[in-house]
């Protein structure tokens, strides 16, 4: 019997912890629960995940976990992230000394605040950023 190949811990940022990141990190667990360990954080974390964002997920069967709640990335385990995603922009994460994992940078407006048609787009774009992430994973682990 063979172990299963590890997952990869794969943090998602964004400004407040309540639209983007959120989406990604429902996203990545539920497409790919097999190769993602995903979580999310914000740089300035809203009080609660907008009630829009968990609508949008739910349109197309994505579950972010009921319980959860907007968190500041300095007091998240961003040291033991194998890749961190920010969707806020170049420069816009603060400094993460010792990060020795990848930083990758996703351009994705931020939906808050506008109408539900603003929140699927972000969320479209963000189910195609994941799944091109997912695929370079899996063919680094085959590699």
Known sequence: MTASPRLYKVMFVCIGNSC???MAEAIAATKHADLFEPCSAGVAPATIVQPST???LEEKGFRLDPA???QRIETSPWREMDVIVNMSGAGILPFLPGYK???LIWEVADPMGQPMSAY???RDRIELHVDKL???LRSHRGA
Request: hydrophobic share 30%; with cysteine; charged share 30%.
């Open 20 to 22: 983007r990141s959120p």
């Open 54 to 56: 968990l609508r949008c």
């Open 68 to 70: 959860k709640q907007p």
């Open 101 to 103: 994992g990848a930083n």
């Open 120 to 122: 699927r787009t972000a």
């Open 134 to 136: 997912a695929k370079m």
